[in-house]
């Protein structure tokens, strides 16, 4: 027979201060997890979202990013040669001709520190390869205006980047280019991007060459023979699965995930320590009453059970509280400088089931290993002598 | 006072489970303190050997990564035609590199040989290693970390895979690998040998650009003065320029990633508190235990100052020792332990510093005060008579 819950609860009011102080332990634990994970899970998600596994990137040999890559005409005129492209609506290839470079413009925080953002120059085609780019507010711009479309997250985290505003850019940062769209692709790492025409783009940055081309296959087997036949001698450039680009990228993430492990680790140590403390505490209050319900019937494994719910109880309610607290910062957007691209990826801290999930198992680790050793004691309190003390 | 230190140890080892359980509950938070400042007090260091060194950094105004023409050296170098005031002007481009079949990237900056010695004294290059660095034009000083990442020593040959045109392998010879520079990452190697690649392999590519040129100056008036003069004297021109310290150059870079140091200070502080609360429970817990002992105390005619201070100085010494222990542990861990070689972005090494690990055990203190503060106020402002009309 197990003993009431509502035996622990009225124990845990016991000894409010204690109770109270393990749980905002247990509740600060959580709350660091949470938020911790939440950056690896906001970058990971933002790049999950990038790219599709139709669509293949080509970059130069030994280019690590698209920022130094550079594609001669030659080269590109090569690539078009490829089997396999799909056509757009218009009978036309559906291959994008890409040219990236990057601007400083300020965050629009108190510091107003500046943060390299990316550029892409694209013709029309690169609407139809990357689909998920669609405007949300305003128009695309006209090919051959001085105009740009930015990314959402861009807009929301970079200074003057709203419909109308202007931003200079160019090899000496004098053309000044409108605002006139706000695209959103769900996420993914082109929203913390500015697009804009090519042929403006390449010519106010004074370059002759495409820094990356992507390319819509007809359909998702295409890839292998496709990608064998770009990084073969034929036309000897390198071309991955856009997926397994950004999935590359996201490797980065994983530095976080370990520097979390690390640090939680630790912590819990320390709080598993802090619950056993208070357990203990409870368990030696307690001795009479423990001896009590040896006498009446209670088996050890009920007083077990008993002191691990109560230490699960605080622990469980703290890490709801924990969890509730982390979600006030999900959503709010940070951004990063990947060491790959040298451009600032934007994204937005999130809560996921996951990392709940996770928070609760460490919750009740920690309840249930803080807990078992006193448990174990109070279980061993010898009935006679305790009731003697009567 | 010899009776009150055995009555000190006599608390302390009355519960040792207890006593044992709050060390570590202190002494665990002190551990993640001391990890996190010495990443933040690394990179201190690292930004203020930047300042110390009386360098500008010249990058161009509309994005660090618009390159420069390489013949911006000899305009600079005309401010000071003497060559007192503006010692050297060192271009730089950076290339970074792969090896074959590594994801690592071999962070390479390639810069005019004979400026860069000259601006870069911090460097402490020996004799033979500055003379083999200027006469070999495929030599490369690498990054101690790089060298022990990779495993590569002096004498070596490397190949490298720049990532930028040309992209097509590059042997160097190994002829330093910058034992006493702060920077433990950044490789360098020659600009003419990397251009010459570039002209031969990828003619179509830019050359003779840079990304950014460092000059060492005389003094820190001079620093301050080429500043603004550098700036004036490109403006209007293509490509202007944006001349700043080393210092915020760099600092620039390190806000952009992660904005580490800010984060780990709001770690360590989280961290700090989570410590207190566990104090706090342990000292309140100590204090209910031993209610009727400080009543009895009371009454027999020590004075509330006087059991003030024991619950003081018993929470003082339980967190100190916590604190001391939470504080060692990572410095012997990291400096005599295969963990020394856990590498950290930026500054490679965590080196602890003996400051980091006295600033922690302050801090234990003042978890160890701030936790008896209330129970230590219950018992002296405890009336004996309600006291003993509790006990048992």
Known sequence: MALPLYYNWR?????????????????????????????????????????????????KPGATAESTSIITPDEYGRVVQAHDIARGPDGELLISQELCTQTSIPRRNAARNLANVAIRGVDATAFLVHPEVRI??????????????????????????????????????????????????????????????RAQISDSYNRRFISSAALRLNDDLAATGTIAYINGPAVALESKRETDYYAELAKKTR?????????????????????????????????????????????????????????????????????????????????????????????????TPGIAATALALACAVGVLGALAPAVRASRVRVIEALRKV | MHLRLIYLYRNLTRNPLRTCLTCAAVGLPMVIYVLSSAVIVGMEKFLDNSAKQLRLAVAHKASIVNPLPDGYARKIQSLDPTGTRLTAVCGMRWIGGKIENDPRLVSTVAVDAEPFVNAFPDYQLTPAEKDAWLKDRQAIILGRGTAAQFGWNVGDRITLRPSLPPYTPMEFHVVS???????????????????????????????????????????????????????????????????????????????????????????????VFVAIMAATNTMSMNFRDRFNEYATLKAIGFGGGYVFSLIQTESLGLCLVGGAIGALAPYAAFR??????????????????????????GIAGAIGVIAAVWPAVQAFRMKVVTALRNLE
């Open chain 1, 255 to 351: 530095e976080i995930v370990f520097l979390t492990t690390i640090l939680i680790i630790i912590m819990s140590i320390g709080a598993a320590f802090a619950v056993a403390n208070t357990m203990y505490a409870a368990v030696d209050g307690r001795r009479r009453e423990i001896a009590m319900l040896r006498t009446i019937g209670f088996s050890k494994a009920a007083i077990i059970t008993s002191f691990v719910t109560e230490s699960l109880l605080i622990c469980v309610v703290a890490c709801a509280v924990g969890v509730a607290a982390s979600l006030l910062f999900a959503g709010s957007r940070q951004d990063f400088l990947s060491d790959m691209t040298w451009t600032v990826l934007a994204y937005e801290l999130r809560i």
């Open chain 1, 11 to 59: 124990n845990l009011r016991v000894r409010k201060l204690s109770s109270a102080l393990t749980f905002i332990v247990v509740a600060v634990l959580v709350l660091v997890l949470c938020v911790l994970l939440s950056f690896a899970a906001g970058i990971r998600a933002s790049l999950a979202a990038s790219g599709w596994s139709r669509n293949l990137l080509v970059l």
């Open chain 1, 136 to 197: 949300v507010e305003g128009r695309r711009f006209e090919p051959g205006q001085l105009e740009i479309v930015v990314g959402k997250a861009a807009r929301d985290r970079f200074e003057n980047l709203r419909i109308g505003g202007e931003v200079r850019l160019g090899r000496q940062a004098n053309r000044v280019y409108r605002v006139v769209g706000v695209f959103d692709t769900g996420g993914g790492a082109f929203d913390s991007e500015i697009w804009g025409p």
């Open chain 2, 336 to 361: 005599f332990t295969p963990l020394r070689n856990v590498t950290v972005p930026l500054i490679q090494h965590l080196e602890i510093q003996p400051i980091v690990c006295a600033y922690a055990i």
């Open chain 2, 177 to 271: 690998t910058a034992d006493k520079a702060t920077d433990p990452l950044t490789n360098w190697c020659h600009r003419t040998y990397f251009e010459e690649e570039l002209k031969k392999q990828y003619p179509e590519a830019p050359q003779n650009m840079v990304s950014f040129f460092f000059i060492k100056c005389a003094s820190r008036q001079d620093l301050d003065r080429f500043r603004i003069q550098i700036d004036d004297l490109f403006k209007g021109s293509i490509d202007e320029t944006k001349t700043q310290d080393e210092k915020a150059f760099m600092n620039e870079y390190i806000t952009q990633q992660f904005n580490l140091p800010r984060n780990l200070a709001i770690l360590s502080a989280v961290t």
